[in-house]
């Protein structure tokens, strides 16, 4: 796998942080809740306020109405993020997109002759009432945030290396948000006390060569690198030292770099910060994500129910076991999760040393060399998929003790539980499907998973889905 990563002959230049204005203007980031309700909160108030006028005026929401709500939604979606601005700017703004929303609406109906299709009582009566619907929800919005940030769990813990300008300045934004779901622990530098500017209330939690144990030991889950752009050999080293973790890693200097996963460029409480290591399964793409696995899995399992029933019966009268194997597997962010097959050996070893399965191993029953050879004996992972420990499509998970043992060989081995681990995945359909024994094949497992991670799209997903199915059909490597 190649090194990562390297800078580019042209960096692209990020704009400096600004502490104070960007406190209370700023997003969220695009994985906060919060961000997300503010895209929808005007276009949806825009929209609810016609149909409502629609039904009180005319008695129904008419048709040229649902197609007016409709052009609305798409000139307007999405709404800008002004969870932390004041009221009086809330305000203000509001009427200001309003005014410009239904500037280009009015030129159309004049343009178009459509004017003369809707009631002027509606027309004239939204007019005001739109900007005001929407001022209204913004409101709302306020108040149901806590709700709102108690819905996405725990706030994440996150720690920045460099104390530096931008650092502080990214440190000060996210201790004054109101909102943020960012926990910051402190910061790692390798200047001495006296070096550093410490007129300030944020922990010194170490170097930079003990980085990696900090991130786990205070379990860290964001990490920020604010380190000058000329310092190229100590950032290589620093994410040299990160590759063993799960933890999200941005970018906060002037600088940008090559062999990203998922990098994208973003704002974190007024700084601007560009991805490194980030999982592509956030905002949109997450919730995208979450519906076709539930929606496939609802379907798969309804199809495939008697199948189930006829191997677990055959399972039970052809070997002494249980039915169901449950195995420890490391699931998203590295966590420890149970794993579902049916039993296809005469052992279920779940301990600290376990032998991977080879060809003509004398643990596989007669069924069980069946039920692997084709990948039956994954069928009860659709469970797991709808428990929300697994998805359809990601990196295979492995058991506890193979993932102990090549993490310390290859490096960026825990990057792939950026995500769920899969039913299948792109390495799978790639020829790395069955027995890894050699490090070179696993290697080449782990190259093919952090390329899904790179280049993920529902399209991909439904491909490898199309691929696994042919590939089950003739494969012989999986036994």
Not at 99 to 115: C, P, Q
Not at 199 to 222: F, S
Not at 303 to 332: C, D, E, N
Request: net charge positive; hydrophobic share 45%.
């Amino acid at each position: 796998m190649p090194e990562m990563p390297s800078l580019l002959d042209a960096p692209v230049a990020l704009p400096p942080a600004s502490v104070k204005p960007a406190v209370r203007t700023s997003t969220l980031g695009n994985d906060n809740l919060l961000s997300q309700f503010e895209a929808f909160v005007g276009p949806v108030a825009y929209v609810f306020s016609l149909w409502a006028l629609s039904h009180y005026f005319e008695g129904a929401i008419l048709p040229q109405y649902l197609v007016l709500s409709l052009v609305t939604f798409a000139i307007s979606f999405p709404g800008t993020a002004r969870l932390q601005a004041s009221v009086a700017s809330l305000a203000g703004e509001s009427v200001i997109n309003w005014a410009w929303t239904a500037s280009l609406l009015l030129l159309m109906g004049w343009v178009t002759g459509y004017t003369s299709a809707f009631s002027e009582r509606v027309l004239y009566t939204w007019l005001w009432l739109a900007p005001l619907s929407k001022f209204g929800s913004a409101l709302a919005i306020r108040r149901m945030a806590p709700l709102l940030l108690s819905w996405q769990g725990p706030a994440q813990r996150a720690l920045i290396v460099g104390m530096n300008e931008q650092g502080l300045a990214l440190a000060n934004g996210i201790t004054a948000s109101l909102y943020s779901r960012i926990k910051l622990i402190g910061f790692v530098d390798n200047r001495s006390p006296e070096r550093l500017d410490t007129n300030n209330c944020y922990k010194l939690l170490g170097k930079h060569e003990q980085l990696a144990h900090i991130v786990r030991d205070h379990n860290i889950k964001l990490i920020y690198l604010s380190l000058p752009m000329a310092s190229q050999p100590r950032i290589l080293h620093v994410l040299d030292e990160l590759k063993d973790t799960t933890a999200s890693i941005y970018f906060v200097p002037d600088m940008f770099v090559t062999d990203l996963i998922q990098g994208q460029a973003d704002s974190v409480c007024g700084t601007s910060v560009i991805s490194v290591c980030e999982t592509p399964f956030k905002a949109t793409n997450g919730t995208v994500k979450r519906i076709s696995d539930v929606v496939f899995s609802v379907l798969i399992l309804a199809l495939i129910f008697p199948v189930l029933l006829i191997i677990a019966i055959a399972i039970k009268l052809t070997s002494s076991g249980p039915i169901i194997f449950k195995q420890r597997r490391y699931g998203l962010d590295g966590e420890e999760i149970l794993v579902y097959k049916f039993r296809s050996m005469t052992v279920t070893e779940d301990g600290g040393n376990i032998q991977q399965a080879q060809k003509n191993d004398a643990r596989i029953t007669p069924l069980g060399a069946f039920l692997r050879r084709t990948s039956l004996d994954e069928l009860p992972q659709f469970v797991n998929v709808l428990q929300g420990r697994m998805s359809i499509v990601g990196p295979r998970p492995h058991a506890v003790a193979h993932n102990e043992l090549y993490r310390k060989l290859i490096k960026g081995y825990m990057v792939r539980h950026k995500v769920k681990p899969g039913i299948t995945g792109w390495a799978q359909v790639n020829g790395y499907r069955g027995e890894t024994d050699t490090l070179d094949k696993m290697q080449g497992r782990i190259d093919y998973d952090l390329d899904y991670l790179r280049h993920w799209s529902l399209q991909l997903d439904i491909d490898i889905i199309l691929k696994t199915i042919r590939l089950v059909l003739k494969d012989q490597k999986a036994y």
